[in-house]
């Protein structure tokens, strides 16, 4: 009789603590309204442009937020220009370029700075962290005449290694705490995964190695 009411009983405090338990607080129809008014006034100036974008002859001159007579027309023209096809051609090298060696490197740079122990590692990440800061255009004056003056100037490779100077620094710094927090979670995962014969064997010889330390003379 008694080994029927102890797992009755155990049931019942399970459901009455479930009932006792708070909900947690829902979000409030006016935050609803607030994030819609924002993404809306966000994404207006996108959608304006490609409403110009669609307008061709008098239409342009209409502040209409449909275009009345929408048209391909302008992309046509505009792809049809080699001079436009070269820049854009040009920009996606640059582009993928850059971002593929910033991901690599980055990565790498992110994964020593979070995960090995040396010294002065907080003095690497501040000059990291300060050249990010840095305003780009200070420097442009006398990049153009250095790059004129070595033979890099109007070509791919001197724009890339400008804009990797910058992207670099921000690829490491925004990684490394990343890395520091995916070994904190390969470390739990590992111990919640791990036998429990090990776990005993492990906090045994923790407390094993902790120092004996003396008590006081009565």
């Known amino acids: 009789m008694a080994a029927t009411t102890v797992p009755a009983a155990r049931a019942e405090s399970a459901t009455a603590a479930k009932r006792k338990a708070p909900k947690a607080p829902g979000t409030p129809w006016w935050l609803w309204i607030c994030v819609i008014a924002i993404v809306i006034f966000c994404l207006l100036p ?13 239409d342009l001159s209409s502040a209409d937020l449909f275009p009345p007579h929408p048209s391909l027309q302008n992309y046509k023209s505009i792809f049809q220009n080699s001079n436009f096809t070269r820049a854009l051609g040009n920009s996606a090298i640059v582009a993928l370029t850059t971002t593929l060696i910033g991901v690599i490197v980055g990565s790498f740079a992110a994964y020593a700075l979070a995960r090995l122990r040396m010294r002065g590692k907080f003095v690497i990440l501040g000059v990291v962290l300060s050249i990010t800061t840095f305003p780009q255009i200070a420097i ?39 890395s520091a927090r995916s070994r904190r979670t390969s470390r739990r995962r590992r111990w919640s995964t791990a036998p429990r014969t090990s776990r005993r064997s492990a906090r045994s010889s923790c407390r094993s190695r902790r120092p004996a330390w003396p008590r006081r003379p009565s």
Do not use: E, H, M, Q
Request: hydrophobic share 45%.
């Open 140 to 178: 442009a004056a006398p990049l153009f005449r250095l790059w004129a003056d070595i033979g890099l100037y109007n070509t791919l490779l001197g724009l890339i290694i400008p804009y990797l100077t910058f992207a670099l620094p921000c690829r490491s710094t925004s990684s490394s705490p990343s």
């Open 46 to 58: 996108f959608y304006w442009l490609v409403n110009i974008s669609l307008k061709t002859g008098p």
